[in-house]
């Protein structure tokens, strides 16, 4: 009878402790505009995955494709208003919340790909992710958005080529000056409107990597896709910072070892195999890649370059440091 007793108290203490480990679960919303097929949603599953894991369950990310909670400035507000908790954003987009991810935006800053990710994981791109924190929000990782170049139904392999072309660019400063300085004429619109406006010739091209220009199946209706690789701006996984101050000491170092390990599936496993795919369905529409000499681009917006390093102290700082990489 003692032992059965016994036996029942623990059954009984085991269950308060249950549902207290219950209670204590915290569930992070994240909201972001791509579909569950694309390679940023793949990365954050991992990334939700692994925050479950090194948390015990005790942080469980929730997330929202296809931007059912709204677009990338919506969700931002969303989450300003605490209903939504974490976002999946271009730094693009950050730029006016935070001056320094500006720095992203520049043409042709990268040398390749190797030169993006040094910088990425460098003090530098560290810095940028935790320079928006007076704005409510922090970086946590970055993904790759792969490199951004021209396409329509006509090769450009030199600027000229872009003279009173319309050209559909991102809502940001630094893509519209740059479409400026290379003689284009800049056209802001939603990614989701673009195949419509190519097709009844609203726009005369786009700009993205190869991986939005199949998916999003621009291919159909822009024929030639012109490699010049002008932009490589990454994804920002992004967290309220009312959130993060929720979290234990130890949840938050177990999630932010969770996001920088789905930074390096993303750049080593998964985005090379969206880009073999996009590849493959490239070939299927009948489109054709073009690559193009930089050189006379490069040329072009280097004035971008010295209005960047004379806006402050910080941006030249963090210009010199990358060019030195």
Request: net charge neutral; no cysteine.
């Amino acid at each position: 009878m003692k032992k059965r007793t016994l036996a029942l108290a623990v059954l009984f203490a085991s269950g308060l402790m249950a549902a207290g480990i219950a209670q204590a679960k915290t569930t992070l919303k994240l909201s972001h505009n791509q579909d569950k097929s694309h390679a940023v949603h793949k990365a954050m599953s991992y990334f939700a995955d692994k925050t479950k894991e090194y948390t015990n369950g005790s942080v469980v990310i929730r997330i929202y494709p296809n931007a059912t909670l709204g677009n990338e400035r919506e969700s931002l507000e969303l989450m300003s208003s605490g209903a939504l908790h974490m976002v999946k954003v271009n730094a693009a987009s950050l730029e006016s919340f935070a001056p320094a991810y500006g720095l992203y935006n520049l043409p042709f800053l990268f040398r390749d790909r190797d030169h993006f990710y040094r910088v990425l994981e460098s003090d530098i791109g560290k810095q940028i992710l935790a320079s928006s924190k007076e704005k409510g929000f922090v970086g946590l990782t970055y993904y790759d958005g792969g490199a951004r170049s021209f396409y329509a139904n006509k090769p450009v392999t030199k600027p000229e080529e872009l003279a009173g072309m319309k050209i559909r660019v991102q809502s940001s400063p630094s893509a519209i000056a740059m479409m400026k300085a290379l003689g284009g004429i800049p056209t802001p619109m939603a990614q989701g409107e673009l195949y419509t406006a190519l097709q009844q010739g609203v726009v005369d091209g786009g700009e993205n990597n190869l991986v939005v220009y199949s998916d999003m199946r621009h291919a159909e209706v822009a024929k030639i896709y012109s490699r010049d690789e002008h932009t490589m701006v990454p994804d920002v996984l992004i967290v309220s910072t009312k959130a993060l101050d929720k979290l234990t000491p130890e949840e938050r170092a177990a999630m932010q070892k969770a996001a920088d390990e789905s930074m390096q599936e993303m750049k080593n496993v998964i985005w090379p195999a969206a880009e073999k795919e996009a590849m493959e369905k490239i070939k299927a529409m009948k489109a054709q890649i073009v690559e193009v000499d930089k050189a006379a681009f490069q040329e072009r917006v280097k004035p971008l370059f010295e209005e960047f390093r004379a806006k402050d102290a910080q941006s030249a700082q963090y210009l010199d440091a990358v060019e030195k990489m």
